[in-house]
């Protein structure tokens, strides 16, 4: 059941960025996240953009789950403050940091999660495909394949962190890890069933299905 509120009731700034470094784009979050909990009243974030291949593990993930050894790996990994396990982001996969106050919306964190399935799964339904939830999981599934990945931080009910949607990415990547430590069920992309598919032409939709689960007004900004 998702639950929405007043259409538009808040305006809330949308960052279209192109590839940018992890360290870059979670530094940006630590900042904004920080400028909003001394100031509540700041309108909320929506960024969204891509990243060079990068791996990044939640604050409890288990190593278990990289399938290379840490210590001479020449990928960049990046242990972060994150929940969920380990993860792949690379170009062709469209991520999207939510900064928001939930003060604004509901202060429950299952909620939040919830309404992330919910833009990712309208998402797929604007292109005729019906996403998926699995009980005991968070994320969304397309005909069993994992194509939606969430993991979050919240900080006095201000948010960072977010999803990630393979669009198109090459998926190689995925097979050096156990995908969010789930061992039984495959990775995919939206590629796998529209090809051609690229992120610039999901980056709208994800705005428009973001704007209308949690009902707000999103702003085009840019970083000056």
Not at 92 to 115: A, E, K, S, T
């Amino acid at each position: 059941m998702i639950h929405s509120i007043a259409p538009n009731q808040y305006r809330c700034f949308l960052y279209n960025q192109s590839l940018m470094p992890y360290l870059d784009a979670l530094q940006w979050q630590r900042s904004l996240l920080t400028e909003r909990i001394n100031n509540p009243n700041l309108e909320d974030v929506l960024i969204l953009l891509e990243h060079p291949p990068v791996y990044t593990l939640g604050q409890g993930a288990n190593l278990e789950f990289l399938k290379f050894d840490l210590d001479t790996s020449e990928y960049h990994v990046h242990r972060v403050e994150r929940g969920g396990e380990v993860t792949y982001h690379c170009p062709g996969q469209l991520v999207g940091y939510p900064i928001l106050n939930l003060h604004r919306y509901r202060q429950d964190l299952h909620w939040y999660l919830r309404q992330l399935e919910e833009v990712l799964i309208r998402v797929l339904a604007n292109y005729g495909l019906q996403g998926e939830r699995i009980s005991g999981f968070t994320g969304v599934w397309l005909e069993g394949r994992k194509v939606a990945a969430i993991g979050i931080k919240v900080s006095r009910w201000v948010t960072m962190h977010g999803f990630s949607l393979n669009v198109c990415p090459d998926l190689t990547g995925f097979e050096r890890i156990v995908p969010c430590g789930i061992a039984d069920k495959a990775v995919g992309s939206l590629a796998e069933w529209i090809p051609g598919i690229k992120c610039l032409e999901v980056r709208s939709c994800i705005a428009q299905c973001f704007s209308e689960v949690f009902g707000v007004q999103l702003v085009d900004a840019h970083l000056q």
